[in-house]
């Protein structure tokens, strides 16, 4: 039957782009597409990093007029020691950036891999239409159907809808580590100068931020799973047009509550970590 099929084909739309956020989630950005992505950013990278250490000696020099008050101050062994320790630093952190980044970017995934394994759940949960909704729609007539194709197109549009947008978000968050990874280099050069080193420490912040996202939309998932593992109760005494209306809106309050909760990754980490 159409309505069947439309709200069978919809809960597979979501279970799909679930499917792929689980997948996307435990991939490491080396190994997304293959890598060939990955190779093109640290092409980039290398590139970049030749510009950064011209702009690391600006930054240092900038520095050093602004923090000094004269060259006399500058003659002081704590003081020559000091911008010499800021510089050796920040040439060290443009060089070995990117070897830094894989570091961080690991231990995150280590954390994913933590949170999934104490969970219990090596993938997410599929959705299904439970049978007595099945067989309420089998029982109606031609005319009591109407109003049934009418709920089942707008909540299997919604369904479709909101199954794009959660993995849609989850995709830039891999294009974010992809642009925090070629341009890496810039940013960090700003520590060679005391006045400049706070865009260093915004964008290690920031960076933190995005491989943390995906500890918060997995433990988004992982709730999801468990709501999903006991649909809406749903009441046989009702017409069937209320069974369906009433599955419907209560999948899509949690769907929603679980796509907010990716949209919304970036700030809820923010939040708990104060970046």
């Excluded at 890598?35 to 900038?62: D, E, K, P, R, Y």
């Excluded at 999934?116 to 029982?139: F, H, K, Q, R, Y």
């Excluded at 294009?175 to 940013?187: K, Q």
């Excluded at 706070?198 to 920031?206: D, L, M, Q, R, T």
Aim: with cysteine; hydrophobic share 55%; charged share 10%.
């Amino acid at each position: 039957m159409w309505i069947v099929d439309n709200l069978n084909h919809a809960l597979e739309t979501w279970n799909s782009a679930l499917e792929a956020l689980w997948g996307l989630l435990t991939q490491s950005p080396e190994a997304f597409r293959g890598g060939a992505i990955w190779g093109v950013m640290v092409t980039i990278h290398g590139a970049v990093q030749a510009i950064a250490l011209g702009l690391l000696v600006l930054f240092f020099v900038v520095g050093v007029m602004k923090t000094m008050g004269s060259f006399a101050e500058m003659k002081r062994p704590e003081a020559a020691l000091k911008v010499f320790i800021r510089f050796v630093i920040a040439r060290a952190a443009v060089t070995y950036g990117l070897d830094l980044m894989l570091a961080l970017m690991q231990v995150v995934q280590g954390l994913i891999s933590n949170i999934m394994s104490a969970s219990g759940l090596g993938a997410s949960s599929p959705s299904t239409l439970p049978g007595s909704i099945v067989d309420a729609i089998a029982e109606v007539g031609f005319f009591e159907s109407i109003p049934l194709w009418a709920v089942t197109l707008i909540g299997g549009l919604f369904i479709i809808i909101i199954s794009f947008i959660m993995i849609l978000s989850v995709y830039g968050r891999f294009f974010r580590i992809y642009l925090y990874t070629a341009i890496a280099p810039i940013p960090l050069a700003s520590f060679a100068g005391e006045p400049s080193q706070g865009v260093g420490k915004a964008f290690i912040k920031s960076y933190a931020a995005v491989l943390l996202e995906g500890a918060v939309i997995v433990l988004a998932c992982v709730i999801f799973s468990y709501f999903a593992s006991s649909p809406p109760p749903v009441s046989t005494s009702v017409a069937a047009v209320t069974m369906v209306w009433s599955y419907v809106g209560g999948f899509l309050f949690n769907a929603l509550i679980l796509v907010g909760c990716v949209k919304m990754a970036d700030r809820t980490v923010r939040e708990m970590m104060g970046l």
